[in-house]
């Protein structure tokens, strides 16, 4: 039998957002890390684009913005499968 905290990790494991440009990025935890440290390190080379995987395995060109978008996207959507599965 699956422990609510086993199908909240398999349901964020799976986890995609769409962000307003229309790109799709996974949004697992380690997607999130990955996220977040592409943003610091945005910052710190004062760069406003990277290249990124999409969830479907396509390449493209990010913005600092959209990638805090997706990251924002990710967390909230962590968040509500984390309360509703209980």
Do not use: C, H
Not at 49 to 72: F, R
Request: hydrophobic share 40%; proline share 1%; glycine share 4%.
């Amino acid at each position: 039998m699956t422990t609510a905290k086993e199908y909240r990790l398999l349901a964020i494991s799976k986890t995609t957002v769409m962000t307003a440009n229309g790109n799709v990025f996974d949004a697992d935890e380690e997607s999130q890390n990955r996220m977040a440290r592409a943003i610091i390190s945005m910052q710190l080379a004062q760069v406003n684009e990277t290249n990124w995987i999409l969830a479907n395995n396509t390449p493209t060109v990010v913005t600092m913005t959209e990638l805090g978008e997706a990251l924002k996207l990710a967390g909230q959507e962590q968040t509500r499968i984390w309360t509703t599965y209980r």
